[in-house]
């Protein structure tokens, strides 16, 4: 049927309404800001490390190939077990698990810290992964069974959906305060008394019933394994060449790691991702309009704090800081889409979200060597904020609108993984695009100013910048053919209806 086809209520789910209606205000309060601070924590850790890279670098004798890898072992542990932890959650208790993956990620954060050399400091990273890919699915799934249908639980999510986008300049905020301020360590150490005040705070949270199952450790293996050969080979690729052996070998072992993936998800009785999720057009497209957004965005934030630290010349803090108007305009724009999402279809309000972050990441495109801040970079950011804000809200509303309640802790879990595997994605492919538009103007364009600036050759320095502020223009404009993209599927496939003011979430009859 059509958008504007007639849609149902659900049936409330089991428990829902008890557990809604025993907490008091206070304590629903208590609970949407344990939610909220998990959900910061666990996002902002894809970004808080990307300015205090140079430093760590430095300190620990980090090689360049392996310096992309602090960011992207955490993206993809995070976004490639998030299956299993949903799974988890619903087949030992979501609440438990939950407190799990935060106690898992607050110890690796300590370790992270403490890590005396790269090979244990990406482990702690794996490891922080790991304890977000526990925690987060749960986060999502424990706001249907804290808060009562309708108003209050389309507020928690909206504030958790303002969280994934907020968090990531929250991140480059903090990580630049900390990295000046402190040292590179503390970019770790945050994490620690904000992980104990959530464990603290999880006695206002609302268990929901268990489920009898198993999880599906094969899916598990290939899935994640399919997924980090998939991006080796892509960074591989842009340094190598797309000819390398290894290139190659990656890219085959990631279509057979893949495709067994599938198989089993097919076939085993209890699959890690239930291919029938996929079934529900909304769903698919929101899944799918995530990884768009999340290939974009995260790219933006690193190619940008590069642009700004590299060729602009800013410090690690006062970095952190020009992020605040995106910080601003992404609360902003949650805010205001979680009030339109009572009022209007998902699509109607993602669909110009997108084509407004599109152009912001169109305007970042026409930044030169010399563009002024005030008049280029704050306004053009908050721009994209605007639209990428419009656009979080309906879509994680339509992507657990409807879904049966044994579903709810995997399907909350598959929104996250596209962001993540979306940002990891897409990092793999517009770095590519990046270095290679740079070395068609200077070889080694990177290599080129770090020699510039170590022998005072200015020459040298404006040459390499101008390579490397072409190479950042055009990474801007893949990312925002892939916000556009989004545009195209939001549009095209997502067709649910708006969401009832009060009442459960409707269900698209189709």
Do not use: C
């Not at 090689?63 to 799974?87: E, P, T």
């Amino acid at each position: 049927m059509s958008a504007d086809s007639t849609t149902t209520a659900a049936p409330a789910q089991p428990g829902a309404e008890a557990s809604g209606s025993s907490p008091g205000g206070r304590h629903l309060g208590l609970a949407l800001l344990v939610i909220a601070a998990a959900q910061l924590m666990v996002v902002l850790d894809n970004t808080i490390t990307n300015i205090a890279l140079p430093s760590i670098q430095t300190d620990l004798g980090v090689s360049d190939a392996n310096l992309a890898w602090i960011v992207n072992s955490y993206a993809l542990a995070f976004g490639g077990l998030l299956l299993l932890g949903g799974k988890a959650g619903d087949l030992f208790g979501r609440l438990r698990m939950f407190q799990v993956g935060i106690i898992v990620f607050t110890l690796a954060s300590l370790l992270g810290g403490l890590a005396p050399n790269e090979g244990l400091l990406i482990g702690a990273r794996v490891l922080q992964g790991v304890g977000a890919a526990i925690a987060a699915p749960s986060a999502l799934a424990l706001i249907t069974t804290t808060f009562p249908a309708g108003k209050a639980r389309n507020t928690a999510m909206g504030v958790y959906a303002a969280m994934a986008g907020v968090g990531a300049t929250v991140g480059l905020l903090l990580g630049g305060i900390l990295t000046d301020g402190l040292d590179w360590r503390y970019v770790f150490y945050v994490n620690i008394p904000i992980g104990l005040a959530v464990l603290a705070g999880t006695k206002t949270l609302v268990e929901a019933e268990r489920h009898p199952g198993r999880l599906d450790l094969p899916g598990a293996i290939t899935g994640t394994g399919g997924l980090i050969a998939l991006v080796y080979g892509i960074t591989r690729g842009g340094e190598r060449g797309w000819t390398d052996g290894l290139t190659l070998a990656s890219f085959a072992a990631a279509a057979v790691l893949l495709a067994v993936f599938l198989v089993l998800q097919a076939r085993v009785a209890e699959p890690m991702m239930p291919l029938r999720l996929f079934k529900n057009r909304n769903r698919s497209g929101s899944y799918a309009t995530m990884l768009f957004i999340g290939a974009g965005m995260f790219a933006t934030f690193y190619f940008l704090t590069l642009y700004m630290q590299l060729i602009l010349g800013y410090s690690a803090v006062k970095t952190g800081f020009a992020y605040l108007p995106f910080s601003i305009g992404m609360a902003a724009a949650a805010g205001i889409s979680s009030k339109l999402v009572t009022h209007f279809a998902p699509r109607l309000i993602a669909g110009p979200g997108l084509m407004v972050a599109a152009a912001g990441m169109f305007w970042f495109a026409t930044l030169e060597t010399d563009s002024s801040y005030a008049a280029h970079l704050m306004p053009a950011m908050f721009i994209t904020a605007l639209g990428l804000g419009l656009a979080f809200v309906p879509m994680t509303v339509s992507s657990v609108s409807g879904v049966d309640h044994l579903d709810t802790g995997i399907a909350s879990a598959l929104l996250n993984t596209a962001q993540q595997i979306g940002g990891a994605l897409g990092l793999a492919v517009l770095s590519t695009i990046s270095t290679s538009a740079a070395d068609d103007k200077l070889p080694h364009a990177a290599a080129g100013l770090y020699q510039g600036l170590a022998t005072k050759d200015f020459g040298l320095v404006a040459k390499a910048g101008e390579a490397l502020t072409h190479g950042y223009t055009m990474a801007f404009v893949a990312s925002g053919a892939m916000f556009l993209a989004g545009l195209v599927v939001a549009v095209l496939a997502v067709n649910a209806g708006k969401q009832h003011a009060e009442g459960a979430a409707p269900v698209h009859m189709g």
